[in-house]
């Protein structure tokens, strides 16, 4: 168990449709409390699931489980190191966007009326404001694990890349999957409700509601370009492993990912 303060209190501009959950910083780690529901099991479930994938470990953001005092109360949340050196910091591509035409990317995408021109935007304005390349298969990722971890909050308030004092930009490793899994058991997805008919009602937010659609346009576009590789023998002993989450939670999130291996068999490279 960690106990923080006051001053390690952080707040930033990524905020969740749902509000922000309590983020602390102290000695380059960073710290999530759980706010409606699983968020810290998510980000460890979905973090370690992508060590076992064709993701490199710089591509990526890892959180480990921790209990967190904060005052009298102790909350379940995950740990992570701080990625970024003093010379970079994150920026969203709402904020790029708002800084490059001072106007909000979300609202220029649905003006857009087809899916696909929808990304084909996005991804076309992100390479000209940063110069970065191959920004089509950095989306195809994120989108391939929304849609297979039903992460419901990539929007472009979620959605970064790396810039430095000097203009330079960079790819921001993939963070912030706590949305995932249905993890929310306080507002949409509680744990008394089926858990398929709770899957099948999650929706997507990058450019358009359906996790599939978002992926079919995305490979179409851009080419497949994560594959996992991890067995449900994996999954079944990180879960053995959260013992400060109920059997409950634990047991509904096991279902889930074996649901989602049956249905995207077609992404995993090796079973």
């Known amino acids: 168990m960690i106990e923080l303060f006051e001053q390690n209190i952080r707040t930033n501009d990524r905020q969740s449709s749902k509000g922000n959950q309590l983020k602390w910083e102290n000695e380059g780690i960073w710290y999530k409390a759980d706010y409606t529901g699983y968020e810290g099991l998510a980000e460890y479930m979905i973090s370690h699931l992508l060590k076992k994938s064709t993701l490199t470990e710089n591509e990526f953001v890892c959180y480990n489980l921790e209990k967190i005092k904060y005052g009298t109360v102790i909350y379940n949340g995950v740990k992570s190191k701080n990625f970024l050196s003093e010379d970079w910091q994150i920026i969203t591509l709402e904020r790029l966007f708002r800084n490059f035409f001072g106007e909000s990317l979300y609202k220029s ?25 191959n920004f089509g298969s950095y989306i195809n990722k994120l989108l391939t694990i929304d849609a297979f971890f039903l992460n419901e909050d990539r929007h472009t308030h979620n959605i970064a890349v790396l810039m430095n004092g000097k203009g330079d930009y960079a790819y921001c490793p993939i963070f912030d999957n706590g949305a995932g899994l249905l993890s929310d058991t306080t507002m949409d997805y509680p744990l008394s409700g089926d858990v398929y008919a709770l899957m099948d009602s999650v929706q997507s937010k990058t450019i358009c509601g359906e996790f599939d659609e978002q992926l079919d346009i995305s490979e179409a576009l851009y080419k497949t370009n994560l594959k996992f ?43």
């Not at 995408?109 to 390349?133: A, D, N, S, W």
């Open 229 to 271: 590789q991890f067995t449900k023998k994996d999954v079944t002993e990180l879960l053995a492993d959260a013992e400060n989450y109920s059997d409950e939670i634990r047991n509904r999130v096991e279902m889930i990912i074996f649901a989602q291996m049956r249905k995207y068999t077609y992404l995993f490279s090796t079973m």
């Open 109 to 133: 995408l649905y003006r857009i009326p087809k899916h696909k021109e929808r990304l084909q935007f996005l991804v076309q304005q992100v390479e000209r404001m940063t110069g970065l390349r």
